[in-house]
């Protein structure tokens, strides 16, 4: 296809995506969707609540790898884990982005954000929520990376001290409602993040199912899982380490919207249910957040 | 005069130094650590068997260790006999994760330190890599904008390394590492089932089938990896001692070194283990005992008693605690500062003579470098003992493979307990890990971990005494008081992971 016509393509497909997916965003949104069309992001990416999982996934992206996603799509601009400055030269870099003086970027969040304690995740200085709201007057829009990001994550579960809520929340409480694409996961799959990224490149903005690209978050694992059958059968596994569906051992599959069981994870070569581990739902908002529904269902001695 | 040298990068986490320099020496150093999220209040109430999955999440980069010792304390508690197999896969899940984290950290974390990435520019060869990173260096720089090629450049002022060669070389080698390091990932995905965030360990074993299938993949994985660290890894770090020798005296740190041993050699929580475990204290070699432990506060911001024993812990934030710097606790052994981590871990092993192997390439490397092995206790002797142990883990792994019975099963049966309480010790990659939990009425009543980072990074303590890493900083020369690139180069060698070290 020549040049003139994959441009007029994209053009189209990012049309059409926004059509059928995006509809009905605000107005600041819609703008902000026109300027990113074709344009290579710049991720300015922080780290907030965080345990760096997501990071650590990234890195472990094959197809296309992580070199390749940071010099050929994402111009990646600042990554805490990566970034060969530090200190005030840091701050300074992530700063000139947050005050609009850099050009246009994405911002990426992973973690969660402390909201009743904003002494709890602080950088340079200043809290982290602070650095958020900055952005949120200067950025195209941001990817929040990983279910800490996307619905507050473990930092979120009942009884913490420190009110984390997640980046959508946080603009919300603060009145402001930015363009926020959620990829949850604990941790995120490299191709659901890396694979919207390119999608943002070449075609403009997935289309979204409750805020999260449907290319990787439409069906449940429970769908297409390998166990798919036996569950059926009523084959299920009774103890650990068993043969059989593991939904009586408490998998939240059917309740988990993620494409783990046809992806796989770590190139394809093994994920949860594959090593017989009950899906924990770790892409499902519900993920950890209460402390009286456990991930397992296993025997208790002296109770039925 | 006053620098902060923080945020510091290519770490895990949210970390400040607050230095105090007098001509160009370091008189104070304080470690701040700035990112709380209460995991031990969170785990609090909860179903035991949530623990490992949940504590996984205090570190998306060591999350096996957290699995592995939260596994072991579960076992102490439900008095758990571990089938082999189980113990095995618990050993090849968290063997592997040592094997990808001293390659990141080495190529990710801290190359960048020592490198001129700016050779690239000078690249004239046909490697596809090099090739694309050269064009996009080029184009970075040369598209006038104000960060040219980040997050490679900018970068912090310093002597790198001179040699073209040696650098582009370099360069080669962190594109190859991170292929690498997904490969050692892979291999523990295999039993853990993914990475990170293993969901097949738990305690009494793993799921995942003890199949010929799953064996010949993990082995063929560890083979590539053993492969690079003896031809890449070992000769890289080498090369940075070449050019940079001074660091085999800089970033000492002052006080005691502890391990809690790694990889035990049979099903049984108490087993000898492939590294030993104790606590040298002024030269001399000691047990470890759990209750030796105390944590101070201090500097810290919590409002709950100061020098708790770990069984007593308790966890009140006081973000605005006039006195204190940090979120990290002060964790002592009998009052003691102590350093934990690859340097402590060969250290502790090597004055017992207990591994063999360890002793032999610790005497062979200090020969190759040309110092003793008191200088273990520096930068370079921190990067070097993380290659030691990659070299000693990469071969038991591959052995371990050749003890699985594939017919035998791989989880220990059970039911839980009303109650019960367990400790549950091991090394994560950087360094001494600590479990405890205690049960009441099916539920946990009380966690804590004692964390790596935590006694590494901890701030004073009720004596004042600077915490590790604190003293590690304090005498160093710094060329340039604003950046100091030597004390990154010592907060580096470190590895550290606030992540863990507050939780
Ligand atoms: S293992 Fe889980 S996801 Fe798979 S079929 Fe059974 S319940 Fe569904
Ligand atoms: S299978 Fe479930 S627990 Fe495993 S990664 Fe997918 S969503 Fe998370």
Redesign the pocket.
Known sequence: MPDLDRRKFLKMAACLSAAFGVGNLPAPVLAALKKIDGAVPTLVYLQGQSCTGCSISLLQAETPNAVTMITEYSKLSFHADMSATSGKQALALIEKYLSGNAGEYFLAVEGSIPYDMPEACVMGHKPFAEHLLDASKTMVGAVAIGTCATHGGIPAAEGNLTGAVSLKEFYKRKGKSPLIIDIP??SV?PDWVWKTIVHLVQVGLPELVNGQPKLFFDRK?HELCPLYHDFQQEIFAKKLGEKGCLFKLGC??PD?N?D??TRW?NGRQS???GAK????????PI?AAKKDFPFYRIAKKGKE | MKVDIGPITRIEGHLSIQTTVEDNIITEARSVGEMFRGFEVILRGRDPLDAQQITQRICGVCPYAHAIASSYAQENAYNLSVPANGRIMHNLIQGANHLYDYLLHFYQLSALDFVDVTAILKYTGSDSDLVKLRDWVKFEVASGKPFPATPFLPRLSGKYIEDTDLNIGALKHYIESLEIQQKANKASAIFG??FP?A?AIFPGGCTQDPSIDHISSYRSLIREVKEFIHQKYIPDILAVAQGFPEYWEIGKSKGGFMSFGLLPLGPELDSKRLFAPGVLLNGALEKVDFEAIKEDVKYSKYSSPSGLKVREGTLTPAPHKSSAYTWVKAPRYKGQVIEVGPAARIMVDYTQGHNQKIKELVDKFAGVAGIGAENLNSVLGRHLCRAISAVVIADFLLEETERIDTKAPTMADYELPESGEGFGATEASRGALLHYINIKNYKIDRYECVVPTTWNCSPKDDRDQPGALESALIGTRVETPDEQIEANRIVHSFDPCLGCAVH
């Open positions: 996961g604990c799959h694992v939240i599959g988990t993620a783990c069981s994870w994920w949860c249910i581990a009950p899906c924990i739902g770790c892409a499902s993920f | 089932g993914k965030h969901t």
